[in-house]
């Protein structure tokens, strides 16, 4: 396995204390919130809604923990 290979396993297993960046988590929430309530207004219910909202969310956690991972 490679430097960079295992580096980035240590850094992805890793807890992140990130409380220096609470201001950028809540931005990205507070975006996704209302992404998602326009969706919900806008989407019929079924499936693609249901799809949309779950990929919102993964959107959601992979950004966070982009900024949870880099600080």
């Known amino acids: 396995m490679n430097d960079q290979l295992k580096h980035r396993i240590e850094n992805d297993f890793t807890y992140h ?25 806008l989407v019929p219910q079924g499936r693609e809604q249901a799809l949309a909202l779950t990929n919102l969310e993964q959107a ?10 880099n600080v």
């Open 60 to 69: 959601n956690f992979w950004a966070n923990a982009g900024i949870a991972r």
């Open 17 to 41: 204390a990130a409380e220096a960046k609470s201001a950028d988590f809540q931005a990205i929430r507070n975006k996704s919130k209302e992404l998602a309530t326009l969706i919900v207004d």
